[in-house]
């Protein structure tokens, strides 16, 4: 059974930092395009960043830019989100995902569930002000 398994979030004070990790299992991690994407209280999904397979490209969105890192260990089958400066706007439910349009991405076309073939439960992040 093919798997995807959120781990790392929590409350953290404003300009905190967390590390999300993310398990893959049951599907070849490695070959798939990877990516975080959150979705706040009452709003719709959002990406945060992806990475390709290989580590070749990766892409932030713009408001995570400059703040946030993602990483993958194709190794241990495991994706990284690195958070940095968090900010009661970062608060959301984050969800690790995987086989998707590279191109959705960089165009930041609002994502939706059904746009991946591999997703995630998501783990919840809250930034206190």
């Known amino acids: 059974e093919a798997r995807l398994v959120e781990s790392g979030g929590g409350l953290v004070q404003s300009g905190g930092t967390l590390r999300l990790s993310c398990a893959a299992s049951?599907?070849?991690?490695?070959?798939?395009?990877m990516a975080w994407v959150r979705q706040a209280p009452g709003k719709g999904l959002e990406w945060v960043a992806g990475i390709l397979s290989g580590r070749s490209r990766i892409h932030y969105g713009d408001a995570v830019k400059g703040r946030f890192t993602i990483s993958r260990d194709d190794a241990q089958n495991m994706l990284y989100l690195q958070m940095t400066s968090l900010t009661p706007e970062d608060t959301a439910t984050y969800y690790c995902?995987?086989?998707?349009?590279?191109?959705?991405?960089?165009?930041?076309?609002?994502?939706?569930?059904?746009?991946?073939?591999?997703w995630g439960q998501g783990t919840q992040v809250t930034v206190s002000s």
């Open positions: 995902a995987a086989d998707f349009l590279w191109g959705r991405l960089v165009s930041n076309i609002p994502p939706d569930q059904g746009d991946f073939g591999f």
């Open positions: 049951g599907f070849p991690a490695r070959h798939e395009d």
